[in-house]
């Protein structure tokens, strides 16, 4: 090719200034070519489908010979006026300049999905691999370069939803398909730019009245958007194939403040939660054994928390990542418990140590005998299973003080404290009329 290929590097992220600097400015100069030459051009992206199974399968050395396979292929589909970026990971760029029919687009996608296709033989292990991609074009599509980027995003995202090949972007596409994509696009950039954080909810023993924990929750506060809904951006985390990136990020950033705050004290933990999709992938186990390692955090003072309806996706490989996250120390709390369908067959079998009770059932305890008659039956059950017991939702000192006469464990809720950032927890507890564990409180004095 007369215009060079940068030379293909495994790994790596998106946002990596080695492969993300160089399309942005090679983009930016071939859309001011094409604007003087009154030409168009197209910006197209591929994702591998389901490389992260390749990894697991085979390791990650077959997976970069797998990667740079592809990028050849890729390379050997184009003309010597595309340019050719692998952005890291399994997503890669093309910038088609010169296009002389509304066609090239489409028919350059197609080629190279065929060439992506074929099998790939390494070390005598024949491999199937696909991909998916999306494609916009200037000036059809957009007239700059952040809104061509945002449109083949756009365009990727819809065809990986949709479950087809590939998408040209299209302009009358439902609106809500392109907010995801934005927000797609954010997230990445997010977690890798301080947008993202995480607020803790203190939890208290509500038998001795002390604070025994944190629940970190994931906060978005989006340049624009302003916050965005947890629901929301963990939706297109999951859509996108970005939850294992989330989740990794929370426990790494939960066990730093949490024992920055705490100073790795024994009685207190913090809880993360788990999204159901990454439950069942063989990734699981090893993030979480390496962030405990590099935290130098003790396991048990880690809590993950998982949801009964997770667990039922795929029973048996649930049971196998809990188990192995079990004997790693780490403890285990099924969330929401009540909302879901698990079997008490299934519940004795699982490797947890505590429930946490839905919400919806303590709001209305005061009112609701029927309520007070489920809640009780849970904390009675967990009991028995030697589980303990953590209620949600605690909004009053009535709720609080009926939750301590059942012989509740522990609770959370705006009574006790709401969510807040970790510069916040000291101050909060310094002044908490909720009394604090020795060591707690001596980790808060050496770090005021």
């Excluded at 203190?202 to 001795?208: A, E, V």
């Excluded at 809720?413 to 060591?439: C, H, N, T, V």
Aim: glycine content about 6%.
């Amino acid at each position: 090719m007369t215009s060079p290929v940068p030379p293909f590097e495994p790994g790596g992220l998106f946002v990596n200034d080695r492969q993300r600097g160089p399309l942005l400015e090679r983009l930016s100069q071939e859309l001011s070519l094409a604007r003087q030459r009154k030409e168009s051009l197209a910006l197209l992206k591929f994702n591998l489908v389901r490389f992260r199974q390749i990894n697991a399968d085979f390791g990650h050395a077959v997976g970069d010979r797998v990667l740079a396979e592809v990028y050849q292929r890729i390379a050997k589909a184009l003309r010597e006026t595309d340019v050719l970026y692998h952005l890291g990971n399994d997503e890669y760029a093309v910038i088609l300049t010169r296009l002389r029919i509304p066609q090239a687009p489409e028919l350059a996608i197609r080629k190279i999905l065929h060439g992506i296709g074929e099998n790939i033989e390494i070390d005598q292990q024949v491999l199937s691999v696909s991909a998916t991609a999306g494609a916009a074009v200037f000036p059809e599509h957009a007239s700059d370069r952040d809104s061509l980027l945002k449109a083949v995003d756009a365009a990727l995202l819809i065809a990986r939803e949709r479950q087809t090949s590939y998408t040209l972007y299209d302009a009358g596409t439902r609106s809500e398909d392109i907010r995801q994509a934005e927000l797609k696009g954010s997230l990445r950039s997010a977690l890798d730019g301080g947008e993202l954080m995480l607020h803790y909810q203190p939890q208290l023993n509500l038998q001795q009245g002390v604070l025994c924990g944190c629940e970190a929750l994931a906060r978005w506060k989006h340049a624009e958007m302003g916050w965005v809904s947890p629901e929301l951006f963990v939706g297109v985390a999951e859509r996108a194939g970005m939850i294992d990136s989330l989740t990794y990020w929370s426990i790494n950033v939960a066990l730093r403040e949490w024992f920055q705050f705490c100073i790795a004290s024994e009685s207190a933990s913090v809880s993360v939660n788990l999204s159901a999709q990454l439950l069942h992938s063989p990734e699981l186990v090893p993030m979480v054994e390496h962030a405990v390692n590099i935290w130098g955090a003790k396991p048990g003072s880690l809590v993950l928390e998982v949801t009964e309806s997770a667990m039922m996706i795929n029973p048996q490989t649930a049971l196998r990542t809990l188990h192995q996250l079990h004997e790693m120390g780490i403890t285990l709390s099924i969330d929401d418990f009540g909302t879901g369908y698990s079997s008490l067959t299934y519940l004795k079998k699982l490797p947890v140590s505590e429930l946490k009770i839905d919400k919806s059932f303590i709001f209305h305890m005061a009112e609701q005998q029927q309520d007070r008659r489920i809640v009780q039956s849970v904390i009675d059950l967990a009991h028995t299973l030697d589980m303990v017991v953590v209620a949600e939702g605690i909004e009053n000192e009535q709720i609080l003080n009926m939750l301590v006469a059942m012989g509740c464990d522990y609770g959370q809720g705006f009574y006790i404290a709401r969510p807040m950032p970790a510069a916040d927890l000291r101050p909060w507890a310094q002044s908490s009329p909720w009394r604090m564990p020795k060591e707690v409180m001596s980790g808060l004095l050496s770090n005021a």
